[in-house]
């Protein structure tokens, strides 16, 4: 089972800062790599696929890149509903499909 | 636009049995692969079960493989999960989720509000 190993666990930032989020696979999962949005509440939101592919209706505020091992999810200039838990997910060696433990984005 | 709405979620004692259905619009449900994820009080997600848009095949969690039976009805537009031997760790709010392309991606573009599932005497 791949493990993914997202950090930091929490990240404190303030509106319109940049935010960087990353996410490490225990052995290479190409470019077959997810992020999600969760606010509290709430189901989980596909933002990225395929390591930097935007989902339908994501803001070009966020941004992924990274192959193999070592991914990162960008956020440009936060905005106020940008704060929530972000995570990673693998669908390179499955089953099963396996998510990071997710970073905490809040408010500084 | 497409919806996903899970029910049959509730209280029930460790060993028992529950059958959550989610039902599916706004799509053409019979060409997508479906999938349940589940997320314990407080914690990350994790992936239960997967299966095919014909139902061909299905795949499961090692945690739930053997007591969870993942399937779907796509005359009725519905995916279910039958849940049998229920143990505490089972307790989670169970979302269904979308398959993003019509070949399978295994992401997870729509999601369900989730139906809890609590397991405890």
């Known amino acids: 089972e791949i493990v993914l190993t997202q950090s930091p666990a929490t990240l404190s930032l303030s509106p319109g800062e940049r935010a960087t989020l990353s996410c490490r696979a225990s052995?290479?999962?190409?470019?077959?790599l997810a992020w999600y949005q969760q606010k509290p509440g709430q189901a989980p939101r596909l933002l990225i696929y395929?390591?930097?592919n935007r989902a339908t209706g994501i803001p070009a505020r966020f941004s992924g890149s990274g192959s193999g091992t070592d991914f990162t999810l960008t956020i440009s200039s936060l905005e106020p509903e940008d704060f929530a838990v972000y995570y990673c997910?693998?669908?390179?060696?499955?089953?099963?499909?396996?998510f990071g433990q997710g970073t905490r984005l809040e408010i500084k | 636009q497409v919806q996903l709405v899970e029910s049959g979620g509730g209280v029930v004692q460790p060993g028992g049995s529950l059958r959550l259905s989610c039902a599916a619009s706004?799509?053409?449900?019979?060409?997508?692969?479906m999938h349940w994820v589940r997320q314990a009080p407080g914690k990350g997600l994790e992936w239960v079960a997967f299966?095919?848009?014909?139902?061909?095949?299905?795949y499961y969690a090692d945690s739930v493989k053997g007591r969870f039976t993942i399937s779907r009805d796509n005359s009725k537009n519905t995916l279910y999960l039958q849940m049998n031997s229920l143990r505490a760790e089972d307790t989670a709010v169970y979302y269904c989720?979308?398959?993003?392309?019509?070949?399978?991606?295994?992401?997870?573009?729509?999601w369900g509000q989730g139906t809890l599932v609590t397991v405890s005497s």
């Open positions: 997910q693998q669908r390179s060696n499955w089953p099963p499909f396996t």
């Open positions: 395929d390591a930097s």
């Open positions: 052995q290479s999962v190409s470019s077959y």
């Open positions: 706004g799509f053409t449900f019979s060409s997508y692969g």
């Open positions: 989720a979308k398959d993003l392309v019509v070949a399978a991606s295994y992401y997870f573009d729509y």
């Open positions: 299966i095919r848009y014909d139902g061909s095949n299905k």
